[in-house]
């Protein structure tokens, strides 16, 4: 891959003392060790009625282990963790099952927190080089930054690695996903000559919770790219077709799903259809188009979507046939989101909840010099995705998806008989 210095990477690290960052690592410390010691004083009295013949506690506070140093994004922060003992593990006719306490807050040899290794997938998509990760974390942390080293960036992509084969493999047997979210997302890795093509499919559960569901490379205008990974999907349980897939027109994707799942419903994405009908419209033009583009998807019913879709292709079809065959072209599968409760709208009109997940790595047109893994980009996007996934907000109107998944009607986004 590219040899990419830590000091292209424009994040400036000042030689001079940095007080704020002095202020927060010490606050940091402190929040952390009165968290742990108060971790340690619940669980001492959660067991205060364990006590031996004497009437003597039996778990009890012995001094501190050794302090360790953590790394976080604003440098190292030394813990010193309280030690546990419980006495009847040396009193072998001790009543009761024996217990050893663990830190939900510092679990055993945690030595960098989430934000360090959310660090290592970014740097890898961004085409830093395995040997580069030390001069590149040093640039980004400081240089007290030790344990990041090419070895320690190696073992953890292994580790990475078994965790995306376990994921990729999980039975979906038993689940029900109202939507689906599809993109294909270019990184500047190259694979074998070509740039990274990594195929994500993103779901909503019958709860309103949004899911992770697949990340395969792939050829993005495939069709059989796309029907092996809906296929695996079929293949791992999930029988039951989602409600509405949403994704660019452009995509492989739609012909796959017509075969594989052929009862869902198509919804083309509004943020990828403007800028492809602005792309065909001169500057000047744009910004008044756009708005007129934005009056059909904000339009409170299809009868006045309909209205202002059919200004919008008056207007320019004319001067910009292009435009406004790129419009037209799919009209009705732009326009199915109506169908759905409105509540879901700002959730299905486009596909934001992939878009925004790699936003700050993808990049369509940049290349590396040097070949990537195929293997280790699919693990550095799944553990990338995995983070943002806990993040990820619930559907406004979970209640309404058990009426979608019954079957209910939706006019306008309001129930049939509401409507």
Known sequence: MEQVTAEALAFPVSSAPDVLTGILREGAQRLLGQAVEA??????????????????????????????????????VKVRQPRVDDRRLDDPGAPGERIRFTSSILPPYLRKTRSIEELIPWLYLKGISTGDFSEALVALLGPEAPGLSASTVVRLKDVWREDYD?????????QRYVYLWVDGVYFNVRLEGERACILVVMGATAEGRKELLAVHDGVRESEQSWREVLLD???????EAPKLAVGDGALGFWAALRKVFNETGEQ??????????????????????????HDIWMAETRAEAETAFALFLETYEAKYPKAAACLAKDREVLLTFYDFPAEHWAHIRTTNPIESTFATVRLRTARTKGCGSRVATLTMVFKLAQSAEQHWRA?????????LMKGTQFIDGLRKDAA
């Open 39 to 76: 971790e340690v004083a619940a669980y001492i009295a959660q067991h205060a009625a364990l006590r031996d013949a004497d009437g003597l506690r039996q778990v009890v506070r012995n001094g501190h282990k050794h302090a360790r140093e953590i790394q976080t994004g604003i440098g190292p």
């Open 166 to 174: 376990t994921w990729r493999k999980r039975s979906l047997a038993g």
């Open 233 to 239: 999907l079929k293949a791992r349980g999930l029988q």
């Open 268 to 293: 083309r994405c509004w943020v990828h259809k403007t800028a492809n009908v602005l792309n065909n419209l001169p500057k000047g033009k744009q910004g008044k188009a756009k708005s007129m583009l």
């Open 395 to 403: 559907l406004n109107g979970c209640a309404l998806i058990a009426d």
